[in-house]
């Protein structure tokens, strides 16, 4: 499973970012899908989560704000976010978890390489 970022760079606070995890591979090994993002000197943490059968979760920080969407036609996974906040600014990984019937396949998750997001105050 390879998974490819797109969409960060510089934005504004209080404007709106869109990003996209293009994957491919055996896509019909992954289960759930999510969105991670690590600040300098901080843990990478849970942004949104979609489960295999739609169900959504989400950090509180981006509650409200945020809408995590799949498109397993298209093979996409997207993160909208508005009102960004200056602690928004990260480094956003997506990341794939391996359905547990592909058994056969060396990990258990994949993560992509990760897109740059900024924002100025």
């Known amino acids: 499973v390879r998974l490819v970022e797109s969409g960060g760079g510089l934005v504004e606070a209080g404007d709106s970012m869109r990003l996209s995890c293009a994957y491919s591979g055996n896509t019909i090994c992954i289960s759930a899908m999510s969105w991670y993002r690590q600040a300098p000197g901080r843990e990478r943490q849970l942004v949104a989560r979609?489960?295999?059968?739609?169900?959504?979760i989400y950090a509180d920080s981006v509650k409200g704000r945020s809408t995590i969407s799949r498109d397993k036609d298209q093979n996409l996974l997207s993160l909208q976010m508005d009102s960004l906040k200056p602690e928004d600014a990260a480094i956003y990984y997506c990341n794939a978890v391996r359905a547990s019937a592909c058994y056969w396949l060396e990990s258990d998750e994949y993560w992509g390489q990760g897109t740059q997001v900024t924002v100025s105050s």
């Open positions: 979609v489960n295999p059968m739609g169900s959504k």
